[in-house]
């Protein structure tokens, strides 16, 4: 079954450190990775769109990565600002019409 | 543009009700789809159209309908509404596919069924 993991669920981390968010799928067969952003009421918004031929995306404070052999990528995010506290979801698309969602990870960050 | 948009908001329905969540976007995708999120799960896919006359079903398909008459719409119907259909409900579109494209997600709809 293709399934898509988050851990942890949450994280706190002080206003301008690095951190890194986790996102494992189950099967390396991807066609694209997508990271989103959804705060408390409201939709998603779309950071960064990796293909399954790229290793990397990079967005101002952001940089995803993907290594398809381990089934896993990252979500960098450089100096951490108290507007950065929402909650990331990572979602996969494993060849068909649809994407394949982990829960997410909630970030704190701390003023 | 208005990106992708969503009606209601909020709705609140008694168990049995019908009523049609709607969805519109004037980006011109072809691709648009039906989200539900429920505490504790990922995003699961109700149905998807990748184009005007053309819908299929996604993950959780059962007491929904949709039709896509027009490149802009897509809304979703409840037959009759049951209380485990109580969630949030994203619609989402992109230029052509899920395969390739960026999703661009609308605000949502919750919904509660009594």
């Known amino acids: 079954k293709q399934e898509v993991t988050q851990i942890p669920a949450a994280l706190s981390v002080p206003e301008g450190e690095n951190l890194v968010l986790n996102c494992s799928f189950t099967?390396?067969?991807?066609?694209?990775l997508q990271w989103f952003r959804q705060d408390p009421g409201k939709g998603l918004t779309s950071l960064l769109l990796?293909?399954?031929?790229?290793r990397e995306q990079t967005s101002g404070r952001l940089n995803a990565s993907l290594d398809k052999s381990s089934g896993r990528s990252t979500l960098y995010i450089a100096a951490s600002q108290p507007g950065d506290s929402a909650t990331y979801l990572c979602?996969?698309?494993?060849?068909?019409?649809?994407?394949?969602f982990g829960t997410g990870t909630r970030l704190t960050i701390i003023p | 543009n208005a990106g992708v948009t969503q009606t209601p908001k909020f709705q609140v329905l008694k168990t049995g009700q019908s009523m049609t969540l709607q969805c519109a976007q004037d980006?011109?995708?072809?691709?648009m789809s039906w989200y539900r999120q429920d505490p504790g799960m990922g995003l699961r896919l109700i149905h998807y159209?990748?184009?005007?006359?053309?819908?299929d079903q996604g993950e959780v398909p059962n007491g929904y309908n949709v039709s896509r008459s027009t490149t802009e719409d897509f809304p979703l119907r409840l037959l009759s509404a049951a209380p485990s259909q109580t969630s949030v409900y994203f619609c989402?579109?992109?230029?052509?596919?899920?395969?390739?494209?960026?999703?661009?997600f609308g605000p949502g709809t919750r919904l509660t069924v009594l």
């Open positions: 989402a579109s992109s230029p052509r596919t899920a395969r390739t494209d960026t999703q661009y």
């Open positions: 990796i293909q399954s031929s790229q």
């Open positions: 980006m011109n995708h072809e691709y």
């Open positions: 159209s990748v184009g005007a006359g053309i819908t």
């Open positions: 979602a996969v698309n494993f060849g068909n019409e649809k994407l394949t």
């Open positions: 099967d390396s067969a991807i066609y694209n």
